[in-house]
C-alpha cells in the first residue's frame, strides 16, 4: 500500500497512514485489560529518515502528540494487532535491542528513534509471526 492517506489534516499538525484507518482507541474496559498497540512510524519527510517505535492505546491521539512535539508530519507506517499492554512494551524493547546490536549503521537517537539509512526500503518487526514493513 504505497498510498498515502491523510487522517488528521489541521491548520498546524498533519498525521497520515500508509495502512489506512488507524486502529480505534481502546474502550475504557479494554484499558482496563492492559491492552494495547505496538507501532512504527516516520517522522518528517521522507528524506529525513528519522522512524520511531512505540505503543499506545490511543493511536491518534499519540500520533497527534508526536506531531506536536517534533512539530513535524508523522506517517504511520505499521500498526499491530491488539495486543497485551506487557507484551506490546516487551516487544518494543527486544525489537529496539535487535536494532542496535544489529544494525551498526542505524543510528538510535533517545525516545526510541533511529535514523535509518537510505539504501534500506524494507524491515520486519516479529511478534508471533514476521509483519514486513515497506519504509
Keep these: 500500500m504505497s498510498d498515502i492517506i491523510a487522517i488528521h489534516n489541521g491548520r ?3 498525521v497520515f497512514s500508509k495502512i489506512g484507518k488507524l486502529p480505534k482507541d481502546l474502550k475504557r474496559k479494554d484499558i482496563k485489560k492492559d491492552l ?3 507501532y512504527f512510524i ?7 529518515r528519522l522512524f520511531k517505535i512505540g505503543t499506545t492505546n490511543r493511536p491518534l491521539a499519540r500520533m497527534l502528540e508526536h506531531a506536536r512535539y517534533f512539530q513535524k508530519e508523522i506517517v504511520v507506517l ?18 529496539k535491542n535487535f536494532w542496535i546490536e544489529n544494525k551498526p549503521d542505524w543510528k538510535y537517537l533517545e525516545n526510541d528513534r533511529f535514523i535509518i539509512p ?3 526500503h524494507d524491515l520486519e518487526i516479529t ?9
Excluded: A, C, H, M
Excluded at 516516520?42 to 529525513?48: A, L, Q, S, Y
Excluded at 500498526?79 to 506490546?88: A, E, H, N, R
Excluded at 509471526?129 to 519504509?135: A, E, G, H, Q, V
Design 36 to 38: 494495547g498497540y505496538l
Design 78 to 95: 505499521w500498526f499491530s494487532p491488539q495486543l497485551s499492554k506487557y507484551t506490546t512494551l516487551r516487544i518494543e524493547d527486544r525489537q
Design 42 to 48: 516516520r517522522i518528517g519527510e521522507e528524506t529525513e
Design 12 to 14: 498546524k499538525y498533519k
Design 127 to 135: 511478534i508471533k509471526k514476521n509483519y514486513p514493513i515497506r519504509i
Design 118 to 120: 537510505p539504501e534500506v
